[in-house]
Each structure stands twice: as structure tokens, then as C-alpha cells.
Nanobody, 125 residues
Framework: QLRLVESGGGSVQPGGSLTLSCTASGITLDYYAIGWFRQAPGKEREGVSCINTSGGTTHYLNSVKGRFTISRDRSKNTVFLQMDSLNPDDTAVYYC??????????????????WGQGTQVTVSS
């Protein structure tokens, strides 16, 4: 069973930045596509970004394009989501998810079987 752990959430003022991390213990993420999802209060969970196994393919939700950057560091067995120019609409619980596929970048939550517990991101003045 793949156990994912997110970290890096917190409270930040509008315009600020946070970097979320997603890591796994005891198993390499090298063969897993990784997705970041978020769920705001009263809203459905939505796909924010994804990255394939090589890191050569990434996708972003339109509203975060140009502000968020997903990357993976194999030496740290970690996938990062760098979030810049945050605004209150980015407030949500952020989850990472993993699925063992090659070459693909998956943005649909139904395509993932492995999920972390989530980390809260709050953007407020």
C-alpha cells in the first residue's frame, strides 16, 4: 500500500507563496504519475496539476497556470507544487495522489487509487 504524505500548507497573505511537498515512505515514486487536487469548503474536489513519471509532461488547471509549478525530485522521492501569487480563491485542502502509469499525466481524480491525507492552504489578509 502506497502511503502519501503532504506537507507545506499554511496561512499566507494574498500575493504570497507556498511550496507543497508530496512524498512516500518505503516505496519509490519514480513509476507513479502524481496529481495535486484541492477541495474548498462546499465545493467539489478539483484537479490542480499533474506530472508524469519522467517529469516531461505536466498539466495545470486554467486558473493556476502561470502561478503554480509542479516538479519532481527523484533524489528526494518528492513531488513539489510551488504556488505563487496566491489569492483567496486558492484556499482549500490540497491533496496529492499517485497512480502507477507510464508517460501519462492524469487530471481526473477517478484515475487515482492512492491519496494523501491533505494539507490546508489558507490565503487571507
Amino acid at each position: 500500500q502506497l502511503r502519501l504524505v503532504e506537507s507545506g500548507g499554511g496561512s499566507v497573505q494574498p500575493g504570497g507563496s507556498l511550496t507543497l511537498s508530496c512524498t512516500a515512505s518505503g516505496i519509490t515514486l519514480d513509476y507513479y504519475a502524481i496529481g495535486w487536487f484541492r477541495q474548498a469548503p462546499g465545493k467539489e474536489r478539483e484537479g490542480v496539476s499533474c506530472i508524469n513519471t519522467s517529469g516531461g509532461t505536466t498539466h495545470y488547471l486554467n486558473s493556476v497556470k502561470g502561478r503554480f509549478t509542479i516538479s519532481r525530485d527523484r533524489s528526494k522521492n518528492t513531488v513539489f507544487l510551488q504556488m505563487d501569487s496566491l489569492n483567496p480563491d486558492d484556499t482549500a485542502v490540497y491533496y496529492c495522489a499517485a497512480e502507477r502509469v507510464s508517460r501519462l499525466c492524469l487530471m481526473g481524480q477517478a484515475e487515482y487509487q492512492n491519496w494523501g491525507q491533505g494539507t490546508q492552504v489558507t490565503v487571507s489578509s
